[in-house]
Structure formats: C-alpha cells, structure tokens
C-alpha cells in the first residue's frame, strides 16, 4: 500500500509547512480518535490534523499549512499499549503499527511479549483481527494468535519496509505518472505509463538499475491504488482547506 507509514517512522520526521517552507518542528506521536483512527500528529508545534498533511517520505512530512489545534480531547496513543484476549488475559503489548495516513485507518500492529513468542521477537497482527479497543488495551479476536506472522514475513508488501533508494525512487515515479493518469484508465493503460516512466528514468542513467526495476515492479502491482490517490489526492487538499477556513473564522 502506497500511503502506509509505520508510527516509529514518523516520529522525529522533520515537518514542514508546504506553502512557505517553514519548519514546523519534530514529530513526536501520533496519536488516535475514538473511532481508533490516527487523527492527529503532535510535537512542540502542537497537534496537527492529520487531514493536513499533503506528504510524508523518509525525510520529512510536508502540511497544506499551518494550522494546529489545541489538545484535542478523547485521543490516545498506542506506545505499549497491552494486548488482551476477548477474556481479558494479558498477551503482550503495541510495539509498534502501521497506519494509512490518507484515511488514518491502521492496517497492522507489531505485537511484542509473550504473544509473540512462537513467531519470533515480534508479531505481526492484521487489523482485520482486532475485536475491539479502548485508551487501555488492545482487544484481539480468538484464534488471532495462529494467525500471527513474523515481522519480516507480514510486512513484506508494504512500501515502508523497502529500503530508502526504493521508496525514494516510486515516489519520484508516482509524481511523474500522476500527471499522465486519469481516474478511469484501464489497468493495462496505466502499467504501460508506469513503464514508460521508468523506461524515461532508465534512459537518464541517474538511478540505481535494481533498485528502478524494484520500485516499478512495486508500483505495477499498486496499480489500483495509484489511481485511488489520484482523485483522494484532490480530495484531502479540499479538505484541508475548508477546515483551515472553517477555523480561521471559527466555525469549527
């Protein structure tokens, strides 16, 4: 998936207002709503509604401005929060997740502690196993600890796990095919633009040869979701805006 980070990856992330190139400051947490969604990111700045950020690679996380809030109320963090069967029992705790930060649905959670024990270190824990959570623990479905996987196994396919060069490299990619796609391409259409944007690169002989070829192999099987993100894109800057307005005239 193309807009997944992980919470450890944000952290210390400089952030910078896009418009004016201003540094904002260091990310410290992120942090989740009642509706356990990632909702805000925080640092001496404040906190920043997530649906404000415009961008977010291994070096910096750019907004659509300046707007910060005061500390919101009900919001919580996940750092070390304890994990628990539907009965209650004590399994472990969050080490860390991985979040999409176009929608701040949370897509995975590294478990550690005793659950994790039979897999390795840590734990892989699909979102689609969690049966519920609170501020306190992390409420996970029976028959959830067969499902686990090693770190190195269920992460594989997401993008925050590929080295720097690649992740560097699709989002080189992603910004040239944006301008060349339209929503309604068929996906055939839309892997030949992705090879005629890597061809292009190729050609100049500026990229690493392996690590080009792993980016666009990366991006042939995101297909779908490049799409989505052409309109979503769009979409959050619109976003973004109105409530930047609705808060400057305080009607929010």
């Known amino acids: 998936m193309l807009n997944v980070v992980r919470r450890s990856q944000i952290q210390g992330l400089l952030a910078i207002d896009s418009p004016t190139i201003?540094?904002?400051?260091?990310?410290?947490?992120?942090w989740?709503?009642?509706?356990?969604?990632?909702?805000?990111?925080s640092g001496i700045f404040g906190y920043l509604p997530l649906e404000q950020v415009s961008g977010i690679s291994y070096q910096a996380l750019s907004s659509y401005g300046r707007l910060m809030v005061d500390e919101p109320e009900n919001i919580y963090h996940l750092d070390q929060l304890t994990v628990r069967s539907v009965m209650g029992e004590p399994l472990g705790w969050v080490k860390d997740f991985l979040f999409d930060w176009h929608t701040g649905e949370i897509v995975a959670y590294i478990l550690a502690g005793e659950i994790a024990e039979s897999v390795g270190e840590s734990a892989v824990l699909s979102s689609k196993d969690v049966a519920g959570m609170t501020a306190?623990?992390?409420i996970i479905q029976d028959g959830a600890q067969e499902r686990l996987k090693p770190e190195s196994e269920g992460l594989r396919d997401f993008l925050s796990e590929k080295s720097q060069q690649v992740q560097h490299l699709v989002q080189m990619m992603r910004d040239r095919i944006d301008h060349l796609l339209a929503p309604n391409d068929h996906p055939e259409v839309v892997r030949v633009k992705i090879k005629e944007v890597s061809d292009e690169m190729a050609t100049?002989?500026?990229?690493?040869?392996?690590?080009?070829?792993?980016?666009?192999?990366?991006?042939?099987?995101?297909?779908?979701?490049?799409?989505?993100n052409i309109s979503r894109s769009s979409q959050r800057a619109r976003l973004a805006l109105d409530s930047a307005w609705k808060h400057l005239t305080g009607q929010a």
């Open 22 to 30: 201003a540094h904002l400051g260091q990310l410290e947490e992120v």
């Open 32 to 41: 989740l709503d009642e509706s356990g969604k990632v909702a805000y990111l």
């Open 136 to 138: 306190e623990s992390l």
């Open 204 to 228: 100049a002989g500026h990229y690493d040869r392996h690590a080009l070829q792993e980016a666009t192999h990366y991006l042939h099987g995101q297909w779908e979701n490049l799409q989505q």
